[in-house]
């Protein structure tokens, strides 16, 4: 699973859009394994919030990012470096 935020942290470097579409997929191939932690209706929700926000539609995240929506979700803070 530290392979999907390292490809995340590379692809973010040169396109965030494309970072998330990434991720997004990524969290979906995953699904099996992350349904053991998570609901398969909190993943599917995740996947769907990260997609709203890539096409600029989310009307609910109150200006939140997909970083912030899954921080959020996961209930963890941001690192200070």
Do not use: H
Not at 4 to 14: H, K, P, R
Not at 39 to 62: F, P
Not at 64 to 78: A, H, I, S, W
């Amino acid at each position: 699973m530290n392979a999907i935020g390292l490809e995340f942290n590379e692809l973010s470097e040169t396109n965030v859009n494309d970072a998330w579409k990434q991720y997004r997929k990524r969290l979906m191939e995953n699904f099996g394994i992350l349904a053991e932690v998570m609901s398969a209706k909190d993943i599917t929700e995740l996947c769907m919030k990260i997609g709203e926000n890539i096409s600029g539609k989310s009307a609910d995240s109150g200006g939140m990012t997909p970083l912030d929506e899954t921080r959020n979700f996961l209930g963890t803070k941001p690192r200070v470096q």
